[in-house]
């Protein structure tokens, strides 16, 4: 038996544009390449996060010093397009009516996002393709059941795309082995592979490149392993050495730990680094969960960029980037205006430019919106400190000294966990999860744009305080029992509608915060119950 990739389940639209046979012997033969490193890597994650959890703080590696002390090495940079980054607006790709609009939205660059913006449905899976298909060729456009009509500008940002993680997988393709073994297909492999093979010549055709935002990488293996699958790539295309580039985004305390090293090993193909603060919140919390009281975070709303530990997150990566000549991108403030709410509307404004005000003054060469109205707002005060200069990379914030410990250290002055912290955490889990399960990976709740990284906090900020004891400023233990209570609550008052999911959505929520043991992601779960349940269907040989 020749290796091949199997597809399971029900059509897409427009699946055969882009399930190809050539596409998919591509995608066949990255399994065959690196589908057993990339289960390698996942192992070692399991590893790592037990280590920490026994009390082994991660540390910055002796082995790999000489790295990081050699003055002389520096990345890629920036490729064609990619030289002003002012302004990045994100979204999920899966949305035709959302991509045209980021594209209309006077952003420097989109971020065409597959991950944690997008709910990985296969129909999403498949739109993620043919949407870029299109707006990569200036084909896209959109209207709406009024007859609203949506179509592109004069001049559109440059395209960069977000595959899902490594650990993620599609069970709508299963990968069989020369010896006949089937697992599920790589969502990483299956959405990069798609994407470079179908519009990598089309986009250098175009001006720019095949552009990636590498997301949830931990250690320097995982950045070495993406950098062989580029390489690979470029081999089996046709494409120049070095084409491809990768912003990476730092949304892990590990790698954290690793930024010098993941640039080094990405150098032929690297651009940039990005500070991913929700994972990066939720990361922390998800490796110290049992530490301790030392290592309890209190409210979201409280653990803001401006606290020590972030901070000296986001000054190293900038320090770090700017030494060896890449990017440092800031991430993104969650307010969004409202329109029909005035003032709302100019919180979200003073929000958003007081953040994008404190990173363009750190040294960031640029920083994400999740929203069109917001672009003008980060772009002025980018541009209060690039003026004319494309970037800010000859800023090298020597002054930065960050220690091992200063990145672990999560006191907050005056913080702490409140009733309605809690109630808070409940009720923006429970309704992102239930907007993703509809399919939808980017809900607008309570004036904030929450993803699956703001789900994750929530959820594994209530697991860490029932297991911590931790009682609130108000006086309240905060134990499963209560959380159950304040979930049947949060219930009661959501208004039904027709097709909603709040039922699944509360089952979801409560088996990845009230069990004993702490599932790594919660996606992983909700993904194999509810959004791949046509996979087991039918199987279907689709590439030899």
């Given at each position: 038996m020749t290796s091949h990739l199997e597809f399971t389940g029900e059509q897409a639209e427009r699946q055969g544009e882009i399930l190809t046979p050539e596409a998919?012997?591509?995608?066949?033969?990255?399994?065959?390449?690196?589908?057993?490193?990339?289960?390698?890597?996942?192992?070692?994650?399991?590893?790592?996060?037990?280590?920490?959890?026994?009390?082994?703080?991660?540390?910055?590696?002796?082995?790999?010093?000489?790295?990081?002390?050699?003055?002389?090495?520096?990345?890629?940079?920036?490729?064609?397009g990619l030289e002003d980054r002012r302004v990045e607006i994100t979204g999920p790709a899966s949305d035709r009516k959302m991509t045209v609009n980021a594209l209309n939205s006077g952003a420097r660059v989109w971020l065409a996002d597959a991950e944690d913006a997008s709910s990985p449905t296969w129909p999403?899976?498949?739109?993620?393709?043919?949407?870029?298909?299109?707006?990569i060729r200036r084909r896209i456009d959109f209207t709406t059941p009024e007859g609203k009509e949506y179509r592109?500008?004069?001049?559109?940002p440059t395209i960069v795309f977000r595959p899902r993680g490594w650990h993620l997988k599609e069970n709508h393709l299963r990968f069989v082995d020369h010896p006949g073994a089937a697992a599920p297909a790589s969502a990483s492999l299956v959405d990069f592979g798609l994407y470079v093979f179908h519009n990598a010549r089309e986009l250098i055709a175009r001006g720019t490149g095949p552009y990636l935002y590498l997301p949830k990488i931990e250690n320097r293996f995982e950045a070495r392993l993406w950098d062989d699958v580029?390489?690979?790539?470029?081999?089996?295309?046709?494409?120049e050495h070095g084409t491809i580039r990768a912003t990476v985004l730092i949304e892990t305390i590990t790698a954290a730990f690793e930024l010098e090293e993941i640039l080094y090993e990405l150098r032929d193909h690297c651009a940039g680094l990005n500070a991913g603060r929700w994972d990066y919140i939720f990361s922390v919390i998800k490796n110290f969960r049992d530490r301790g009281p030392a290592f309890v975070l209190p409210d979201r709303a409280q653990v803001?960029?401006?606290?020590?530990?972030?901070?000296?997150?986001?000054?190293?990566l900038v320090a770090t980037c700017h030494k060896r000549g890449a990017f440092a991108i800031g991430g993104m403030s969650a307010f969004i205006p409202s329109?029909?709410?005035?003032?709302?509307?100019?919180?979200?404004?003073?929000?958003?430019?007081?953040?994008?005000?404190?990173?363009?003054?750190?040294?960031?060469?640029?920083?994400?919106?999740?929203?069109?109205?917001?672009?003008?707002?980060?772009?002025?005060?980018?541009?209060?400190?690039?003026?004319?200069?494309?970037?800010?990379?000859?800023?090298?914030?020597?002054?930065v000294h960050v220690e091992a410990s200063q990145l672990i250290d999560l006191r907050i002055p005056g913080a702490t966990v409140t009733d309605q912290g809690v109630r808070t955490n409940v009720s923006v889990g429970l309704r992102y999860i239930e907007s993703w399960l509809r399919g939808n990976g980017a809900a607008a709740i309570d004036n904030l744009m929450e993803d699956a990284a703001t789900a994750e906090i929530s959820r594994s900020q209530l697991w860490q305080w029932i297991r911590q004891g931790v009682v609130t400023a108000?006086?309240?233990?905060?134990?499963?029992?209560?959380?159950?209570?304040?979930?049947?609550?949060?219930l009661a008052e959501l208004p039904a509608f027709d097709g909603d999911r709040y039922a699944e959505a509360a089952r979801v929520f409560a088996d990845v915060t009230l069990g004993s043991e702490f599932p790594l992601f919660l996606t992983t779960g909700a993904y194999a119950d509810y959004l791949a349940g046509d996979a087991r269907t039918a199987?279907?040989?689709?590439?030899?």
């Open positions: 998919l012997a591509f995608l066949t033969q990255l399994h065959k390449v690196f589908a057993g490193r990339r289960s390698e890597r996942i192992r070692e994650r399991r590893i790592r996060v037990d280590d920490i959890g026994r009390g082994i703080d991660p540390e910055f590696p002796p082995e790999t010093r000489r790295v990081r002390e050699d003055p002389d090495w520096r990345v890629a940079g920036a490729g064609p999403n899976v498949v739109a993620v393709q043919t949407n870029l298909f299109d707006a592109l500008g004069e001049t559109t580029f390489t690979f790539t470029e081999n089996a295309l046709g494409l803001t960029m401006t606290v020590p530990f972030m901070r000296a997150y986001t000054e190293l329109r029909k709410d005035p003032e709302a509307n100019a919180r979200a404004f003073e929000q958003v430019s007081a953040d994008k005000g404190r990173e363009a003054d750190d040294g960031f060469d640029g920083s994400w919106v999740a929203h069109p109205d917001l672009v003008p707002v980060a772009r002025a005060q980018f541009d209060r400190v690039l003026g004319e200069r494309p970037n800010q990379l000859d800023r090298l914030r020597e002054d108000e006086g309240t233990p905060v134990t499963a029992e209560l959380v159950e209570s304040v979930l049947d609550d949060v199987s279907v040989p689709v590439a030899a």
